[in-house]
């Protein structure tokens, strides 16, 4: 079983439909959690860390928050230069090796 | 800043070939990182180096060695390449030594025939 689940493995929208991904995790005592967004042919490019529940960042269009057992990115108004895999880590407290879940790719329509 | 630099870019081995993938950064990190990205997989870790002179294993060691040559440099050998390992390989590098935000290289796609 996966520790770290996000859905939908794939999305589709329309620039300017606003939506949410999805990350769960069932590891215990969470450090942080991480988002990441990777663009096709390149390393992954880091977004946001929570920390507790409750904790919530925002960048531009993009807004990630944090319960106890799941995260969600929200993507408001979105633009075609969005489209990418979005990537979601976790980090177990006292492991040095984290958790990487299998990506939501991400595609927004002019 | 560069950032985190890999080289090559790409690398076409053969069964039982040889070779080493170079990563280095220019941000003055203490702590380092070779993963591995398969198709319909998440990041693995290979191995990590919490700081100059240390290393330990991530998830996936088997067949792989690393060296922490200095703050700037951490490299990742295949001694006996197989098909298994072929794979996008990414170096990543973080500020402290826990794992906190990674700042990830460009990637190395290796092909094993």
């Known amino acids: 079983e996966d520790q770290v689940t996000q859905s939908p493995e794939a999305l589709r929208l329309q620039e300017g439909e606003s939506s949410s991904l999805n990350c769960s995790y069932t590891v215990s005592g969470l450090r942080g959690l991480f988002w990441y967004r990777q663009d096709p042919g390149k390393g992954p490019e880091f977004l946001f860390t929570?920390?507790?529940a409750g904790e919530e960042k925002e960048k531009e269009r993009l807004k990630a928050t944090l319960t106890k057992k799941e995260s969600f990115l929200h993507i408001t108004a979105p633009k075609p230069e969005d489209s990418a895999t979005y990537l979601c880590a976790v980090q177990e407290g006292g492991s040095y090796i984290p958790t990487f879940g299998r990506g939501t790719s991400l595609i927004v329509h002019p | 800043n560069a950032g985190v630099t890999q080289t090559p870019k790409f690398q076409v081995l053969k069964t039982g070939q040889s070779m080493t993938l170079q990563c280095a950064q220019d941000?003055?990190?203490?702590?380092m990182y070779w993963y591995r990205q398969d198709p319909g997989m998440g990041l693995r870790l290979i191995y990590y180096?919490?700081?100059?002179?240390?290393?330990d294993k991530g998830e996936v060691p088997n067949g792989y060695n690393v060296s922490r040559l200095n703050k700037r440099e951490f490299s990742l050998r295949l001694e006996s390449a197989a098909p298994s390992q072929t794979s996008v390989y990414f170096c990543?590098?973080?500020?402290?030594?826990?794992?906190?935000?990674?700042?990830f290289g460009p990637g190395t796609r290796l092909l094993v025939l």
């Open positions: 180096s919490a700081s100059e002179g240390t290393t």
């Open positions: 929570l920390y507790s």
């Open positions: 941000m003055n990190h203490n702590s």
């Open positions: 990543a590098s973080s500020e402290g030594t826990g794992w906190e935000t990674q700042y």
